[in-house]
């Protein structure tokens, strides 16, 4: 096949080497993916990974450990791998299309195997107000179905769904006390 081109930087002076001038010529000059490389970016191409997510797939297909530290820092220095962005990005969803609460969204973090300096980040990111109100939606579309109930059982009830949801307690209780007075 010929030499392995690097990726990213590296090489040799591009100004030292003839221009390409055909388009045959600039299909050979592609650039060739050792083994890793391509295991890696087949897997991000599927979906964003965390750090620890990629090194345990890379060790998976048997690659050894200096090889795979060695492509996790090549990746993340050019931004293909970021704990931070993915925790980010992961508490948005979670906020947004799950209703998920706090605990919740810390647990969905740690099941992606997100470095935990990036969790406590992204957690702190939510906000306890925005946190409330999803929690009054939430309880308040679920109270209409608990109508017929007594106060109690539909409290318990209302309480159990919130607290599944990832909400804290006084979070909850607020939100369950203002659901049912309005219902």
Known sequence: MGELIPLFGGGTDPAAEPAATSPEAE?????????????????LGRRQL???????LLA??????????????????????????L???????????????????KAELARRLIAPGAIDYAVDL?????????????AASRARQ?????????ERRLSAYLMRRGFSPSTTRAAVQEALRSA
């Open 27 to 43: 299909v050979a000059a592609e650039a060739v993916f050792s083994p890793i490389e391509e295991s890696s970016l087949a897997a």
């Open 50 to 56: 965390s750090r620890r997510e990629l090194e345990r």
């Open 146 to 154: 608990y109508a017929s109930l007594e106060t109690a059982v539909a």
């Open 87 to 105: 925790a980010q990005h992961l508490v948005a969803r979670a906020e947004d299309r799950k209703g998920l609460g706090g605990s919740a969204v």
């Open 60 to 85: 998976k297909h048997g690659y050894g450990e200096s090889v795979v530290a060695d492509e996790l820092d090549r990746l993340e220095s050019v931004g293909l791998i970021d704990d931070y962005a």
């Open 126 to 138: 939510i906000d306890t107000a925005d946190e409330l109100d999803r929690a009054r939606e939430l």
